[in-house]
């Protein structure tokens, strides 16, 4: 199948560049698209990518491709609704968008929204075993811990292109674009502690809410939130599961942290269910799962297949194969919807002004 990416910065770097070299028996990239000439040329030739655009419309409208893998960073709204528009399957990259207005401006089609920790093998596994154990209703609590250092420490072994060839004036157009993105979506007077902790909830704490998504459904309550420490800081989150029990978040930027850890725990009347997740830039590096059942026995479970390849090989499927996605636009949604609750409870909280499509 043969694909265009949009955006060609560490991400894509450090791990689609990778793993679509060695998936060329189902994908063949025949154009990539960044602001930056550099890094589109660079990834471009390690993916022997001929095209290489700095517009995503004169991309889309040059063609020779079936589907647009959105990497871009920042809100992905416009991007995915120009490739949908001109009917390209479309995967992107988490969050989907900044707002609800973006997601219900697109048209109907073929959208994948990439959350790849939900392909995640030992997170199949864990449904699994979920289900077996009688699903949400046993749940008595989900507990999240993450432990995020600077991208910088996690990237340092990949060995980045980096560039600085884009025109400042042209950043400076696209980041007051995003702010007023913020603003419809927390209003034009919510402080700048709101735009940060919404920005952090869909940028990274999106994760564990799409996990909690597969394992008990989205929380349709925020209790409680709280923030503290030199910003991003750390971030503690907490209300009610839709069935069943209470979960909990507690999100922690630690600068010089040795390592990125993330802990996801199901616990139940019976026992539990532990999630360890590695860095996600360390290809084929196996998540744990620690099943903690009678009698206080232990059972760990590995698997290294890689979920960013297996989220890459169902897509495939979906596109090919009509294979529905875990994540489609609803999914998206929820999402957004869920961290504008965060940042709504917190602002509630704090007594601080909010407006938008949180209020």
Same mark, same amino acid.
């Given at each position: 199948?043969?694909?265009?990416?949009?955006?060609?910065?560490?991400?894509?770097?450090?791990?689609?560049?990778?793993?679509?070299?060695?998936?060329?028996?189902?994908?063949?990239? =025949?154009?990539?698209? !960044?602001?930056?000439?550099?890094?589109?040329? #660079?990834? &471009? $030739? *390690?993916?022997?990518?001929?095209? %290489?655009?700095?517009?995503?419309?004169?991309?889309?409208?040059?063609?020779?491709?079936?589907?647009?893998?959105?990497?871009?960073?920042?809100?992905?709204?416009?991007?995915?609704?120009?490739?949908?528009?001109?009917?390209?399957?479309?995967?992107?990259?988490?969050?989907?968008?900044?707002?609800?207005?973006?997601?219900?401006?697109?048209?109907?089609?073929?959208?994948?929204?990439?959350?790849?920790?939900?392909?995640?093998?030992?997170?199949?596994?864990?449904?699994?075993?979920?289900?077996?154990?009688?699903?949400?209703?046993?749940?008595?609590?989900?507990?999240?811990?993450?432990?995020?250092?600077?991208?910088?420490?996690?990237?340092?072994?990949?060995?980045?292109?980096?560039?600085?060839?884009?025109?400042?004036?042209?950043?400076? =157009?696209?980041?007051? !674009?995003?702010?007023?993105?913020?603003?419809? #979506?927390? &209003? $034009? *007077?919510?402080?700048?502690?709101? %735009?940060?902790?919404?920005?952090?909830?869909?940028?990274?704490?999106?994760?564990?809410?799409?996990?909690?998504?597969?394992?008990?459904g989205s929380p349709a309550e925020i209790s409680y939130v709280e923030t503290w420490g030199p910003p991003?800081?750390?971030?503690?989150?907490?209300?009610?599961?839709?069935?069943?029990?209470?979960?909990?978040?507690?999100?922690?930027?630690?600068?010089?942290?040795?390592?990125?850890?993330?802990?996801?725990?199901?616990?139940?009347?019976?026992?539990?269910?532990?999630?360890?997740?590695?860095?996600?830039?360390?290809?084929?590096?196996?998540?744990?799962?620690?099943?903690?059942?009678?009698?206080?026995?232990?059972?760990?479970?590995?698997?290294?297949?890689?979920?960013?390849?297996?989220?890459?090989?169902?897509?495939?499927?979906?596109?090919?194969?009509?294979?529905?996605?875990?994540?489609?636009?609803?999914?998206?949604?929820?999402?957004?919807?869920?961290?504008?609750?965060?940042?709504?409870?917190?602002?509630?909280?704090?007594?601080?002004?909010?407006?938008?499509?949180?209020?």
């Open positions: 199948m043969r694909i265009a990416l949009v955006g060609c910065g560490a991400v894509t770097q450090a791990v689609y560049v990778p793993l679509l070299s060695r998936r060329r028996d189902l994908f063949e990239v =025949s154009a990539v698209c !960044d602001l930056s000439p550099t890094l589109a040329d #660079a990834v &471009g $030739e *390690r993916l022997g990518a001929a095209r %290489r655009y700095t517009s995503v419309a004169e991309m889309l409208a040059g063609g020779g491709f079936e589907a647009v893998v959105v990497l871009a960073s920042g809100s992905h709204g416009e991007t995915v609704r120009q490739a949908l528009s001109a009917g390209y399957a479309v995967l992107c990259e988490k969050p989907l968008a900044l707002t609800r207005a973006e997601v219900a401006a697109l048209p109907e089609g073929r959208l994948m929204v990439a959350y790849m920790k939900q392909y995640d093998p030992a997170v199949r596994r864990a449904e699994e075993l979920l289900a077996e154990l009688g699903g949400p209703e046993v749940i008595r609590s989900v507990e999240v811990t993450v432990l995020h250092p600077s991208a910088e420490s996690q990237l340092a072994f990949a060995n980045l292109t980096r560039a600085a060839d884009v025109d400042a004036g042209l950043l400076a =157009s696209l980041r007051a !674009d995003e702010d007023a993105l913020v603003s419809r #979506a927390l &209003g $034009e *007077r919510a402080p700048r502690e709101v %735009r940060d902790l919404y920005g952090v909830a869909l940028g990274s704490i999106c994760h564990d809410l799409s996990l909690l998504r597969r394992f008990t991003p800081g750390s971030i503690e989150i907490s209300g009610p599961l839709p069935v069943r029990g209470r979960f909990s978040i507690r999100w922690h930027y630690l600068h010089d942290y040795p390592a990125y850890r993330e802990t996801v725990a199901i616990h139940h009347d019976g026992g539990s269910l532990e999630l360890v997740f590695p860095s996600p830039y360390l290809m084929n590096a196996p998540t744990t799962l620690t099943v903690v059942s009678g009698g206080e026995s232990r059972t760990h479970w590995r698997d290294v297949t890689e979920a960013f390849e297996v989220q890459l090989a169902a897509f495939h499927a979906y596109v090919n194969a009509g294979k529905p996605p875990l994540t489609d636009v609803h999914g998206g949604l929820e999402d957004i919807v869920t961290a504008q609750r965060i940042a709504a409870r917190y602002a509630v909280l704090r007594g601080l002004p909010l407006g938008g499509e949180a209020a």
